[in-house]
């Protein structure tokens, strides 16, 4: 997953976004047009609010908080409560919401729920089935169920390879 | 100021109190005694040398003699600096730059100001004391920043997959560990005639020298290293977070991660 977005390079072969050698593109941008939510949360110091503000803050610009934390299934109240002392599925759902709030072409989502319990995950799971007709997402899982439930065309991965 | 006379015999005396720690080693079976013998010989041999060392370039007289060694000095404190800040991918240059400037802003400084004069018996000393601090600064504040580095690393790259740079990315923990470097100098200034006295005073008032003569060059000795320690600790932890970074503002992969 972290290709995607470059984090990290391949050892060989290319990644393509829209056709482009994702190397060929300024990975900053191209990490705001495909943007992560990571297997496990990592939030900022701070409020929610703060958390959302910081992606598009960034490069200048101003999140509406409130919608990206409604598009990932949190309240208003959320805004004003620190990060960093929700729970796992909370703060899982802030990710996505600061994921969101860059108005991404792409979500890239690292096993969003596997340290979810079932009632968070399939809490996680609606959200993100809301969000399908909005953009498009690359989910990375290792419950086939859940990428049958989730996914219009799943590919499976043995040992590195295409199955 | 008078100057002491000590005799090889007076040193020789001293080492009763080596025979003590040795005894306390043999005593709690510490097995510290061939390590204490080792520093006894060591500490003799260099000291003696640097002493003819530094009596050669007192005679010399020479201030391009003084900016050699002050420049050996320098290479030491890097490499020295750089085995205890190992775990820093390339913080060779970022040291050998923080020290070199601590060591060149702090004394061109003090000799503009007038505080010392352009001689050997001040820069040579008050040289070695920048330089030896700014490493020490230098080493602790690299290593927090790997340890941070380390501990951060998913939150990091979290930041970084927003569109943050590594410069962004890292802020919060080039300021820790830049303070990470400058808190003990700081730490011991405050404690400093209260807990501890300082070598350089300690020096002058045995010397025979009046304790506010003594009081005046500890107190400038201090507010210098002040300066050096927050340059060196400054420019080591602003340039070696790069080494955690690829030129895509990737987090490097670590070793042990």
Known sequence: ?163 | MTSVDISLGEVALALVLVALAAAVSVWRRAELESDLGLAVLRSFLQLTAVGYVIQAIFDSDSLWVVAGLLAVMVGFGTFTAHRRARAVPGALGPIALALGAAAAVTLGLVLALGVFEAEPRYLVPVGGMVIGNSMTAAAVALNRLADEVRAQAPRIEATLALGATARQAAAGLVTRSLRSGMIPLIDSTKTTGVVFFPGAMVGMLIAGAEPLDAVRLQLILLWVLLGAVALSSLLAVSLGYRGFFTPAQQLRELAGV
């Open chain 1, 1 to 163: 997953m972290r290709l995607l977005n470059r984090l990290a390079d391949p050892d060989e072969g290319a990644v393509r976004f829209q056709g482009e050698d994702v190397r060929g593109l300024d990975p900053l941008d191209l990490r705001r047009r495909a943007a992560l939510v990571p297997q496990l949360p990592a939030p900022l110091p701070g409020t929610v609010a703060h958390n959302v503000r910081y992606g598009p803050s960034l490069c200048g610009e101003e999140a509406d908080v409130n919608a990206a934390l409604a598009a990932a299934g949190l309240d208003d109240g959320y805004a004003v409560r620190d990060a960093e002392r929700l729970s796992v599925g909370e703060q899982q759902r802030v990710m996505l919401a600061r994921a969101l709030a860059l108005e991404p072409e792409v979500l890239l989502l690292d096993e969003p729920t596997s340290a979810l319990d079932e009632a968070a995950r399939d809490g996680v799971e609606r959200t993100l089935r809301e969000l399908e007709h909005r953009l498009s997402t690359v989910l990375v899982t290792h419950d086939r169920a859940q990428a049958e439930r989730l996914a219009s065309q799943v590919v499976e991965l043995d040992r590195g390879r295409l199955a």
